[in-house]
């Protein structure tokens, strides 16, 4: 039986098998694969093919980490105190508020990390199968031992495979087994002895394919693979940490210490002037429990995971959250254009062949249209060069098209699709042409070589088709092919006004040859590809820019971002398509474009200068976008980068956010992305910008608003206990507000919509402070007026009301949480009015307010309240003096933004 997921390797080596002995134990067909129905069988017999992720840590343990905070010890080591002197009920309730605090963080964490998992499940690796004789793409955890893989280029390797047909395959195995340089494969059978590392017949699960194409078999899945183990010990618990938490954190801890220092100083001299020290304690943990913003670090953490759910329905997966934070930042977009910037549907519009040109009728994938030239349909079969240029662009092609839901679908390569539909028109059907000239070898198309070549039988002779980059065919051609098929002198200088005429119109041009060799022939080397070669024509193909991009390209230069070009096609091709989608500065007739060529011949030092001046790069080799992204960030721009091959991977890494193509994208390019598009779309990533900019308005919302929450607290008391006055507020008083405000009322703020002029904006600054002057100052200005008001409540009821010591520390308990209810509507745009941003955009806010107030009430009528918070019923009188006093700070603020910002002029501006 094969290995599967629940079980171990079998104890003899596939790799020392023959090919036929492997397809009979596993009870396949290396041909045609496994039948539906065996697979539905092998499915429900052995599984997905899923690793086991390493199990984090159990419930109970997630739940007693709650309490592994400094503060919590503090919480703890007072309630214990106050239970020692008798204060049952306020211990109880301290002791409460603990626990409450502990359930509700362990839930919200629980919900955070599982939102992460979700996503990342979104993300799934994909493999290319051959069952009952017929390619599909599936999830590869539907693969099943048995299986026929196909690989190619770019690939990860979805499961471990004895391979049994290889072109030039090479595989990078360094996470495997440490092997630097990638391992070429062949079909060997090797000696049972032989050690992982030497094993070239097998390619491993996780793996990476670098080059060549191959086919296999699937002999382990899921935990039963050589990397199972691997990716097992890397696995573990999502982590929910991010640069802008961990700076939150460390000024928590740092509030944390200097609040401790106040209130032991606070004990110190109310002690010394003849208080005594139970009431200076009890004091000291009002202090504490009042100014120590103790769910900030929670709550943050909270914020962001909900904008990664955010994102994931504007189509942008996130797979690591301190993108959210960085996409508010990002100030350059290196941006592909193929597929991202345009529609990926290629077609073929222009054919020089024989000397003439043909131009082609219809678009996308529909095969419907004509063939035209001079404005007459022509047939192919009259003209032999443009068929023998088709048929070079048919048989030289891996890619097919098929028919579902009524409408034709590209499996493969948009380009050779392109070709394979420019064929169809003249009447070369993929499957009857390859039938007639049946495929012997082939070599893939490389980056490096930018071509691809087939040898076919059928006939006396063996035919060599080649298709790729003009510069790479031309070279190695010595005569052309004439419009009735004979051989004539190469013209190489009309070939090469040619390509820059359909280049100048944004046309993709590809030159295709063939070469005649020996019936003989079995085998395709570069050998045979490297001269003699007979030129058929060019094929001028268009992707036609995205309208959404057009669009997206104007709103992120409106937002101060600049969008750069960088892609593998001729320059002529990618300046027409630059200036088609808007690249180019207001009012320019032309725009720069930089070669690959041209910035190997520039240093690192000059570079940066001219990647900033820049907005195109064309023929850049995929190792010169990591040049490009360091050269961008030596400046201090915050680089966003798409990429979707195994080369793109160390520039997605380097840069700032590496951004991923959930399409077509390999999979390496997506292990290596902060973000993954699910539809490959440039608008996605303008989309994703502003949503990344939305919440982080959201974040610094909330953190400006629950600074005066804190500090008023924790200034009431330390006023109290410095100034020999009675409490106006007790710990466990302080406890109910900070524990209510922060659930009721902060997190509404997570739900503000974008404020408008969000994306006219310049581009964030990463290191400005979260608390910039002006915010300082504001927060002082609420921080005041809630003391202020909580003293003067706090004496007129006791003394002018005539209530009792119960009743005004009711009224300031109400009064603290009616200024931060106040200032939560003022918060939620800070720096344009309310009045302008619309009362009712925010449900929430209402909601959460509206729930407050109901708290409140139960809070001073409930008896049960009573006793557990030493609260008591209030009066009419004192509710609207309560009310007075947030009412005052909400004027406030609102006054002080007019003064600073004044009517409109906030809009699309941040409060530095």
């Known amino acids: 039986m094969p290995a599967t997921s629940e079980e171990p390797p079998l104890a003899h080596g596939w790799h020392a098998l023959e090919i036929r002995e492997v397809a009979g134990s596993l009870g396949t067909d290396e041909t045609s694969g496994l039948d539906a129905g065996e697979v539905a069988r092998r499915v429900e017999l052995h599984g997905p093919n899923l690793v086991t992720a390493k199990s984090g840590a159990p419930p109970w343990l997630r739940f007693l980490l709650q309490f ?88 990860l390797v979805p499961a471990d495979l004895r391979l049994v047909s290889v072109t030039s395959l090479q595989v990078d195995e360094s996470a495997l087994t440490g092997e630097s340089m990638p391992v070429q494969k062949a079909l060997v059978v090797l000696a049972p002895e032989t050690s992982l590392a030497d094993r070239r017949n097998l390619t491993f699960a996780g793996t990476h394919v670098t080059s060549g194409q191959a086919e ?117 977009i290196c941006s592909d254009k193929t597929g991202t910037l345009t529609e990926n549907q290629m077609t073929v519009q222009r054919i020089f062949a024989g000397g003439k040109i043909y131009t082609l009728t219809g678009t996308g994938y529909d095969p419907v249209g004509d063939l035209l030239h001079a404005g007459a349909i022509v047939d192919p079969d009259k003209h032999p060069a443009l068929r023998e240029c088709l048929r070079a662009g048919v048989l030289c092609n891996d890619s097919e098209l098929t028919l579902a839901d009524g409408r034709p679908h590209m499996q493969g390569d948009p380009t050779e699709a ?333 739900f503000e919509p974008k404020e408008p002029g969000l994306m006219q904006r310049p581009p964030r600054d990463p290191a400005k402070p979260l608390l910039t002057f002006p915010l300082f100052m504001r927060t002082g200005l609420v921080t005041l007026i809630m003391v202020a008001g909580a003293y003067w409540l706090f004496h007129y009821e006791s003394g002018v009301a005539g209530e009792t010591l119960a009743g005004a520390r009711t009224a300031v308990v109400n009064v603290v949480v009616g200024v931060e209810m106040a200032y939560l509507f003022c918060c939620r745009s800070l720096n344009r009015s309310i009045f302008r941003i619309g009362f009712w955009t925010n449900r929430f806010a209402f909601l959460g307010a509206v729930t407050m107030i109901a708290a409140q009430l139960l809070y001073t009528y409930a008896p049960v309240m009573n006793r557990l918070f030493h609260s008591t019923p209030l009066p009419l009188e004192s509710w609207l003096r309560v009310a007075a006093v947030a009412l005052a700070a909400f004027v406030a603020v609102e006054f002080e933004k007019w003064v600073r910002f004044g009517g409109k002029r906030g809009e699309g501006k941040e409060l530095e």
């Open 216 to 332: 296999g078999l699937v002999f382990a899945i899921g935990n039963a693979t050589e990397t199972g183990r691997i990716a097992r010990m890397l696995a573990g618990t999502v982590e929910l940490s991010t640069p802008l938490t961990r700076k939150i954190t460390a000024l928590s801890r740092l509030l944390l210490w200097l609040i401790l220092g106040l209130a032991a100083l606070g004990f110190v001299v109310g002690v010394m002037r003849g208080e005594k020290a139970v009431d200076m304690f009890m004091a000291s943990v009002a202090l504490a429990v009042g100014a120590i913003p103790e769910g900030l670090p929670a709550a943050v953490t909270i914020v962001l995971a909900i904008g990664v759910k955010r994102l994931a329905r504007r189509r942008a997966i996130i797979r690591k959250l301190p993108a959210v934070e960085t996409l508010g930042a990002t100030t350059v």
């Open 68 to 155: 592994h905070q400094p503060l919590v010890y503090i919480l703890l080591a007072a309630g214990a105190i106050t239970a020692f002197l008798g204060e049952y009920v306020d211990s109880a309730v301290i002791f409460g508020a603990v626990i409450i605090n502990a359930i509700v963080g362990f839930i919200q964490e629980a919900k955070a990390e599982k939102a992460i998992e979700a996503l990342s499940r979104m993300v799934v690796t994909a493999a290319t199968v051959r069952r009952g004789g017929r390619k599909f793409r599936i999830p590869s955890a539907e693969l099943v031992p048995g299986d026929v893989v196909l690989l190619q280029s770019g690939d």
């Open 418 to 750: 392109a070709l394979l539909v420019a064929g169809a028109k003249g009447g070369l059907v993929h499957a009857e042409a390859v039938g007639a000239s049946p495929r012997l070898d082939m070599i893939p198309f490389e980056s490096e070589h930018m071509f691809r070549a087939t040898l076919h039988g059928g006939g006396a002779a063996r035919t060599i088709y080649k298709v790729g980059a003009v510069e790479q065919l031309l070279e190695r051609c010595s005569d052309q092919l004439a419009e009735d098929g004979s051989l004539t002198p190469l013209d190489v200088a009309e070939i090469h006004r040619r390509v820059e005429a359909f280049a100048a119109d944004g046309l993709r041009v590809l030159a295709l040859a063939r070469r005649h060799v020996d019936a003989d022939h079995d085998e395709l080397s570069h050998e045979h590809v490297k001269e003699g070669l007979t030129f058929l024509g060019l094929q001028g193909m268009i992707d036609p820019p995205r309208k959404e991009a057009v669009a997206a390209i104007a709103c992120c230069r409106t937002a101060g971002i600049r969008v750069k070009m960088i892609t593998g096609d001729h320059a002529i091709t990618a300046r027409a398509v630059a200036l088609q989608i808007g690249l180019a500065d207001e009012g320019a007739v032309g725009i720069r474009v930089v070669t690959g060529r041209e910035l190997e011949a520039i240093s690192d030092e000059a570079l940066p200068d001219l990647a900033l001046a820049t907005e195109v790069f064309a023929r850049v080799a995929p190792e010169q976008k990591l040049r490009l992204v360091r050269a961008l960030q030596s400046r201090g721009q915050i680089v966003a980068m798409t990429g979707d091959g195994v080369n793109d991977a160390p520039a997605l890494k380097q840069s700032d956010i590496g951004i991923a193509m959930g399409i077509s994208g390999t999979d390496v390019a997506k292990g290596a992305a902060d973000m993954i598009l699910t539809d490959d779309h440039f608008a996605t990533i303008a989309a994703a910008v502003e949503e990344g900019r939305g919440v982080f308005d959201n974040l610094r919302k909330f953190i400006i608003w629950t600074l005066p929450t804190s500090l008023g607290g924790g200034c009431i008391v330390l006023l109290a206990m410095l100034l020999g006055f009675t409490l106006p507020v007790l710990p466990v008083q302080l406890l109910w507000v900070n524990m209510t405000t922060a659930l009721l009322l902060g997190l509404m703020l997570v």
